[in-house]
């Protein structure tokens, strides 16, 4: 080794290039499918570990790094591929390493390299998750120098712009120009699959807008007879980049989702292919049923999900959610999976959020898992990690799938009060947060100013659709707590121009509030011609009788009381039954399922009661579903209940 300073650099550089690769094969193949030879390399080249044998890599480097001065571009590239092959950069007595002294010989003769030498240095350099800041930007801007791009081969088109995504180093001159390069191109057939792949996920990672060059990479791909030479991997990192840069090309995602449905062997796709794939029919908004079918299939014919980490867990069933496919099999495997872990630790935030937002959407049941998610969450010892998109998926999830956990909503409720501000959340988290509460019937006063004087400190009612304002409304309605400074005449006003953005539900929302409003609290209220768009929307929703209250009315004749069915209130209330005990007017609400969460009536059917109360006058009494269920068909023990219930009325 002593006289290896000596060597020339073209024959040391040939020399490490060749045990690279050798050593690389060795490492990677199969221990039973080596030859004795390749074995006996292995066992040179290679310690215990299967790492490079310093003892023969480090002193290559180090008499490469007495002469670097003098090597040429295409050394310098070879050395730093060699050592990428490895896994490994060498550092030296000086403290300096192997790659930041190739970089510093390569910046006085970057104009030197060959598209060759090029592509491989900056793959060199990524793949062992080095990003020299000063030669990324030389190499840059030699391309961007250049006249065309005409001795570049697509393979290394396609490393350039992948290592410069892959280390998040921004070049938008060199991506612009290859981009170009690419796009006016007559045909790219000459580019396989990889490389089209490759080139798509760079420009997604790096978040670079070029239209012509995916346009010219989607159309290239949908005219190809199949897909066949396309990998997963391959087929997954295209559609994720198209769906990620938010680029529409229904026909290459058509042609991807056919391709993967009459795959006969789904096993060649891991884990993170099948979430990328589904993630990005999802978010790109493509329907494919057939596809989420095969997937989905797929998935619960495997025995485990051990090898799908929480991210892939996560954004599978936040696509099948978001994409409004229904896969309920999917859906009790990924819950009964996340339970049975022994903790939820390794979900991020996001993770957790996706999770249970997803089941709520898809109206999918898993109490377990919801408890599971809460109780891990109230668990951790603060949330700040927490994002604001965070805190109101997951109220809102709890409060949509009709679950109740005290204990959540005071942890995330406490969190938001501590903040400083809350001007990271969006309007619709604002919104969405307090009509969680709302609807769960949970009261937090503290929550609701916090949220209302950040809203009124903005004054900006535009930023807010139109499901959020209704939403807002009904949520101070259901707390009946002052917001005098929210909903003033720049509010009315705003819901005065967006009148015609209102549906059924909003206008019935609206109703509620302005009843608040003007009934309960004296304050001003809705325009007419909104306050009666708002009235008929109210009048006009379902009083459909269930089979219960079709029970309980028929006890109400059997004792005489003659129930007046489906009693239209002044304000507009249908009451389930009124009677009439003592000359007093009664309303008995026959309350289902879905008027409570868990065993306590919810924001709307406590809303509905205090409203008829308070402003028809008219005492009402509830007759929950599990207590007269637990009546069975004892028609005297129905209408003792009936009786007794009245009476406390």
């Not at 006003?493 to 009148?499: A, G, V, Y």
Request: a negative charge; glycine letters at 2%; charged letters at 20%.
């Amino acid at each position: 080794m002593d006289s290896l300073p000596r060597v020339r650099p073209r024959d040391l550089t040939t020399i490490i290039l060749q045990l690279a690769k050798i050593t690389n094969r060795v490492s990677s193949k199969p221990y039973k499918r080596l030859s004795a030879s390749e074995l006996a390399l292995k066992n040179i080249l290679l310690d215990e570990q299967s790492n490079p044998q310093y003892s023969i890599f480090d002193p290559l480097a180090e008499a490469a790094h007495q002469i670097i001065i003098n090597f040429e571009p295409r050394e310098l590239s070879n050395l730093a591929y060699a050592y990428s092959l490895l896994g490994y950069n060498p550092r030296f007595y000086n403290d300096t390493t192997l790659l930041e002294n190739i970089s510093d010989a390569s910046l006085d003769c970057i104009k030197q390299f060959n598209a060759q030498d090029i592509s491989n240095m900056m793959w060199a350099y990524t793949k062992l998750n080095v990003s020299h800041e000063p030669l990324f930007q030389a190499v840059g801007d030699a391309i961007v120098m250049k006249d065309d791009l005409k001795s570049f081969k697509p393979q290394a088109l396609s490393n350039i712009v992948w290592a410069y995504a892959t280390a998040n180093v921004q070049h938008p001159g060199l991506f612009k120009k290859i981009g170009n390069e690419i796009a006016t191109m007559d045909n790219l057939k000459s580019f396989d699959p990889q490389h089209l792949s490759n080139i798509a996920w760079a420009y997604a990672t790096a978040n670079i807008q070029h239209p012509a060059l995916f346009k010219k990479v989607g159309d290239e791909i949908f005219t190809m007879d199949d897909l066949n030479s396309f990998k997963p991997q391959e087929i997954a990192n295209t559609v994720w980049a198209y769906a990620t840069a938010n680029v529409q090309h229904p026909n290459l995602f058509k042609k991807g989702g056919d391709k993967i449905v009459a795959m006969d062997d789904f096993n060649s796709f891991k884990p993170q292919e099948i979430a990328n794939t589904v993630w990005a029919y999802a978010t790109a908004n493509v329907q494919h049923p057939n596809l989420f079918k095969k997937v989905g299939d797929e998935i619960v014919a495997m025995n485990d999900l051990e090898s799908f980490v929480p991210q892939n867990i996560s954004n599978i069933i936040w696509a099948y959610a978001s994409a409004n496919v229904q896969h309920p099999a999917l859906f009790d495997i990924v819950g009964d999976e996340i339970v049975a872990v022994d903790d939820l630790k390794a979900f991020k935030p996001q993770e957790l959020s996706n999770t249970v937002w997803a089941f709520a959407t898809a109206k999918v049941r898993h109490p377990t898992l919801l408890k599971k998610v809460a109780n891990e969450i109230v668990a951790m010892n603060d949330l700040k990690s927490f994002k604001p998109q965070n805190y109101s998926n997951i109220v809102w999830a709890y409060a949509s799938a009709n679950v109740q956990h005290p204990d959540l909503f005071k942890k995330v409720a406490n969190e938001i009060v501590a903040m400083d501000d809350l001007k990271s959340f969006k309007p619709q988290n604002l919104a969405n947060a307090v009509w969680a509460y709302a609807t769960t019937n949970i009261q937090h006063p503290d929550l609701f100013k916090k949220i209302g004087d950040e809203i009124a400190a903005t004054d900006d009612w535009k930023s807010f659709n139109s499901q959020d304002l209704a939403n807002i409304a009904w949520a101070y309605t259901v707390a009946n707590l002052d917001a005098s400074s929210l909903f003033n005449s720049a509010f009315r006003q705003e819901l005065l121009n967006r009148q015609n953005e209102f549906v059924g539900e909003n206008l019935s929302q609206l109703y509620q509030w302005y009843l608040w409003q003007t009934k309960e609290k004296s304050n001003d209220g809705l325009p007419d011609s909104l306050r009666d768009k708002c009235k008929q929307a109210f009048l006009s929703a379902d009083t459909t009788s269930s089979a219960l209250q079709k029970d309980v009315v028929s006890e109400l004749n059997s004792l005489g009381l003659h129930p007046v069915e489906e009693y239209l209130t002044e304000c507009g209330y249908s009451i389930d039954a009124l009677v009439e005990i003592n000359s007093k007017k009664v309303g008995v609400e026959v309350d289902g399922p879905y008027h409570f969460i868990g065993r306590r009536p919810n924001g709307q059917t406590l809303l509905k009661r205090r409203q008829v109360e308070s402003i028809d006058r008219i005492s009402l009494v509830s007759v929950p579903y599990w207590e007269w269920n637990n009546l069975g068909k004892d028609r005297d023990k129905k209408q003792k209940y009936l009786l007794s219930t009245l009476k406390s009325a």
